[in-house]
């Protein structure tokens, strides 16, 4: 919550209709988790468990910390938007603003752990698109009067419980 992304689902909720902004979403949802979902795997089954849960706490805690910090929304995607339509800009760049953020990254640290190549990538796609389609709604209904900061402290927390709560467990595991 509180990344680009749904920064970039929300100002295009101002500008196209829902169901555009929210396929689009999507469409670029499905393809980048399924490329992390495959790296996750690839990293779950080459680097020992211990490790993976230790990145994993660390993970976490470095999306908390960015996400307190915050992210930019750039301008862009105009170019785009002459080009293809509203569909195509909506999903291009939502595409390209997950790549290397933190939900993609976030993925592959689950995928690396849980080893369910489907349930990692529908659970994360279904979960994304839920989070954008909040935006979008919220973005349709109170415009530009969301709480921002608000919504940047609370993900920005559970993102460093969870991962003090992972290195904990993981240190747990490790003793005999």
Excluded: C, N
């Excluded at 680097?47 to 994993?56: I, Q, Y």
């Excluded at 909040?134 to 940047?152: C, H, T, Y």
Aim: charged fraction near 15%; hydrophobic fraction near 55%; avoid cysteine.
């Amino acid at each position: 919550m509180g990344d680009k992304t749904q920064l970039v689902a929300l100002a295009f909720a101002t500008r196209y209709a829902a169901q555009t902004v929210l396929l689009g979403v999507f469409g670029a949802t499905l393809l980048v988790h399924l490329f992390s979902v495959g790296l996750g795997e690839i990293v779950g089954l080459t680097v020992p468990v211990f490790w993976v849960h230790v990145f994993a706490g660390l993970a976490f805690i470095a999306f908390g910390l960015w996400t307190l910090r915050g992210d930019e929304l750039g301008d862009d995607d105009r170019l785009t938007e002459r080009r293809w339509g509203p569909l195509m800009t909506v999903g291009t760049t939502f595409f390209l603003a997950e790549l290397g953020d933190k939900t993609m990254l976030m993925t592959i640290t689950l995928a690396s752990q849980q080893h369910s190549f489907v349930g990692v990538w529908m659970g994360s796609t279904l979960g994304m698109v839920a989070a954008d389609g909040l935006a979008i709604i919220l973005g349709r209904v109170l415009g530009a009067q969301l709480p921002e900061r608000l919504i940047k402290v609370g993900a920005g927390g559970i993102f460093l419980v969870t991962g003090v709560a992972t290195l904990i467990d993981a240190l747990a595991r490790q003793r005999p």
